[in-house]
């Protein structure tokens, strides 16, 4: 048996066009475009990657863009400061601070300082807070891509056994609220998981989010199983010429794709969906700050 390939190109191409229309609609009734602030501090060339990604996807579907730009040595209180303008400004209705912060800032106290209904990263106490309780609020980006490309690969989550290995807050805790929040069973792997292996071969839908590179093996796998592989691991390629590297996840997918039903690929997978979500949070927090219900689309 061959899996299906889980084409997150595409998913999250969708899902980008309905934001689009979304934002119309919004537009059409308020005459001001949704906007989305972002901070890079420091010269980070990944971050610069993402930012650029990100503000050019944010103009594509509609919205409008706000980039701060600033030095590696700004100082805590100023980017505090920064974000607090941001939470005050009636034109922005997403924030989002690019992580990693340079050393010397406190990620953590600059998080807090985001106003959970601008918190389109979903990163916030509240917002996690809100995840946890089971009320409304933005959801962390890419734990909602890999419902929704789970979703994409099965009439229905109700009752799945989903493991999620990895336990980070980023990941690995908010997905398992998410996919409970499907109805899920789940479990939460982690690396002191006693027979990992077996819990694995345990799961409808698994969910590898460990950073490490090809860990989750074929005999992991339950026949047909969904895998849904969020590592994004950068090795080294002499295949492909001397100094080139290239991008494989924590599965082994020429193995795994063997056994499961479906699976993601590294890259093309969830990594598109996590600009998709924010753009997605975007639009809601702007139709939450605008008194609008959410459009059912989304
Ligand atoms: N750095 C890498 N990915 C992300 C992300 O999704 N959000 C933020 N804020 N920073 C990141």
């Not at 890259?267 to 997605?280: D, H, K, N, S």
Request: hydrophobic share 45%.
């Amino acid at each position: 048996m061959s899996a299906a390939i889980i084409d997150g190109k595409s998913i999250a191409a969708d899902l980008r066009a309905r934001v689009g229309e979304a934002v119309t609609a919004l537009n059409a009734e308020h005459g001001a475009s949704p906007a989305l602030a972002v901070v890079l501090v420091g010269e980070d060339p990944a971050s610069q990657v993402y930012v650029r990604n990100k503000v050019k996807f944010t103009e594509e579907a509609g919205m409008r863009s706000v980039e701060h730009k600033l030095p590696a040595d700004t100082a805590e209180a100023d980017i505090v400061e920064l974000v607090q303008g941001l939470n005050a400004d009636p034109q922005i209705d997403g924030i989002l601070v690019q992580l990693p912060l340079p050393r010397h800032i406190d990620s953590d106290r600059v998080i807090a300082e985001i106003d959970p209904d601008k918190d389109v990263d979903g990163l916030t106490e509240t917002s996690a807070g809100r995840l946890l309780l089971g009320r409304p609020g933005l959801r962390p980006c890419t734990p909602a891509g890999c419902v929704t490309l789970a979703e994409s690969a099965r009439d229905s989550l109700e009752g799945l056994h989903t493991v999620v290995l990895g336990r980070s807050i980023l990941v690995g805790k908010p997905a398992a609220m998410l996919f409970l929040e499907k109805n899920c069973t789940v479990s939460i792997a982690h690396s002191r998981t006693q027979d990992l292996p077996g819990l694995c071969r345990q799961a409808d839908i698994l969910i590898a989010a460990v950073g490490r590179p090809e860990m989750v093996k074929g005999d992991w796998i339950k026949p047909g199983a969904t895998i849904i592989d969020v590592g994004i691991n950068r090795i080294d390629a002499p295949e492909k010429g001397e100094g080139k590297t290239r991008l494989i996840g924590d599965v082994d997918f020429a193995e795994a794709s063997k056994i499961a039903g479906a699976i993601t690929p590294v890259p093309g997978g969830v990594g598109p969906m996590t600009i998709a979500g924010l753009l997605r949070n975007t639009v809601l927090a702007a139709c939450a700050r605008r008194g609008r219900r959410a459009p059912t689309a989304l």
